[in-house]
Antibody, heavy 123, light 108 residues
Framework: EVQLLESGGGLVQPGGSLRLSCVASGFMFTSYGMSWVRQAPGKGLEWVSSINGSGNGTYYADSVKGRFTISRDKSKNMLYLQMNSLRVEDTAIFYC????????????????WGQGTLVTVSS | EIVLTQSPATLSLSPGERATLSCRAS??????LLWYQHKPGQAPRLLIYDAFNRATGIPARFSGSGSGTDFTLTISSLEPEDFAVYYC??????????FGQGTRLEIK
């Protein structure tokens, strides 16, 4: 069974940093692209970032480019999102999501999602 | 950036009724359109990929159609567990990957 479990959320002041983690199990982690998607309070889903299976291709929404860094550790089956220079508008539940199809690229069809971790940016 | 516009924003129906949800893209996305179901406190669930293909384990009452710019998600006969928020997502032209703003399907 595919499982994704996020952690690392919490309360942080504007300008602060946080690193989110997502541990994956039940599938060959290095064969699938992975992504982060967030949902601000009362809002819809917003794509944040994606990384390909090998980790050498990364993509970002304009709203987080230059502030967030996605990475993965194949030895630990872990996906990360390093978030710097956090803003109030980054407050959201952050979900990690798995590509549906295995391959070297990202297909961006998300067939498994974690339960999410809440990030609150407030002074 | 491709903008997805979902309609209606809220749909009020009763169990057993047919639900029709729409998603319109700001430019052609071929059939690279997905539908997700999202309930509060839960992970989003993939229903339909590439416009009309049901994901693994999705009941046959869910169906998708459309291509180009206009897409539809149909639930043929609503079950109590189907009341949720539904999002469309495009994967044609990225980054960015974009989602529609969602349709809330509520019990009438």
């Amino acid at each position: 069974e595919v499982q994704l479990l996020e952690s690392g959320g919490g309360l942080v002041q504007p300008g602060g940093s946080l690193r989110l983690s997502c541990v994956a199990s039940g599938f060959m982690f290095t064969s699938y692209g992975m992504s982060w998607v967030r949902q601000a309070p009362g809002k819809g889903l917003e794509w944040v970032s994606s990384i390909n299976g090998s980790g050498n291709g990364t993509y970002y929404a304009d709203s987080v480019k230059g502030r967030f860094t996605i990475s993965r550790d194949k030895s630990k089956n872990m996906l990360y999102l390093q978030m710097n220079s956090l803003r109030v508008e980054d407050t959201a539940i952050f979900y990690c999501a798995k590509d549906m199809r295995r391959g070297s690229g990202n297909t961006n069809s998300f067939d498994a999602w974690g339960q999410g971790t809440l990030v609150t940016v407030s002074s | 950036e491709i903008v997805l516009t979902q309609s209606p924003a809220t749909l009020s129906l009763s169990p057993g009724e047919r639900a029709t949800l729409s998603c319109r893209a700001s430019q052609s996305i071929s059939n690279y359109l997905l539908w997700y179901q999202h309930k509060p406190g839960q992970a989003p669930r993939l229903l339909i990929y590439d416009a009309f293909n049901r994901a693994t384990g999705i009941p046959a009452r869910f169906s998708g159609s459309g291509s180009g710019t206009d897409f539809t998600l149909t639930i043929s006969s609503l079950e109590p567990e189907d009341f949720a928020v539904y999002y469309c997502q495009q994967r044609s032209n990225w980054p960015p990957i974009t989602f529609g703003q969602g349709t809330r399907l509520e019990i009438k």
